[in-house]
């Protein structure tokens, strides 16, 4: 197993990681019985999930992720990035996911040009993305860089545990002349990427985050410095 394919599972593992399916998980919770795309699924942990009480259809690019992926329940796997979206038929799909994946492609538009076509007239396509505001107080809270806070406010992509630069993005701009329309959405790590990692450990630290979390999620001015923001887009 590579270095950083190692760091990210690590780190899902531990109860900062586990935290954020979580709450993840709660706001998927009203999906049930749809035709389900999880395009750059990782370790399949959504899709297995989802895989429940849906039917499932998961993309992913890197080989490593998906022979290491969870499959609890059945849902079928592609390798794969934006030429196994071309291959799909059009309107054929009640839910699109895509988690924490537009800060790491070029070709964004093509991307959501392609979620827009496979989308059924009203489905819904769930984009999780990082928030500016929520990375600099974590950077100069949690981790205590306020140079590197000040090169993120300057405009410099943050590095992460596995898939490189996140490069930031304003998700009105890339929708923009797209038949999609921005919903509502919700933060995700609002709190807890701000404690010290020795709390996360305690019992019953990761129930009474969750209650927390949970409270104020769809909340401003929370969710507005959350690090990751949950956007539902309809598809009209």
Known sequence: ???NIQAYLENIRKPWGQIYYDILFDQLQDIKGKRVLDFGSGFGL?????????????VEPNEEMVTLRAKDHPYQQLVGSLEQLASLEDASFDVILCHNVLEYVEDRKLVLEEFTRLLKPRGLLSIVKHNEVGRVLQTVVFENNTQ???DLLAGQ?????????????????????LALEAQDYQGIRVFYGLQDNRFKSQEGWRESMLKMELAVCQQSPYRDMAFFQHYRLKRS
């Open 1 to 3: 197993m590579t270095a």
């Open 157 to 177: 992509d943050l590095e992460t545990h596995s898939m490189g630069l996140a490069q930031a993005y304003d998700l009105a701009t890339a929708v923009e002349d």
């Open 148 to 150: 590197k806070a000040l």
């Open 46 to 58: 959504v899709a297995n999930h989802l895989a429940k009480e849906n039917q499932v259809l998961a």
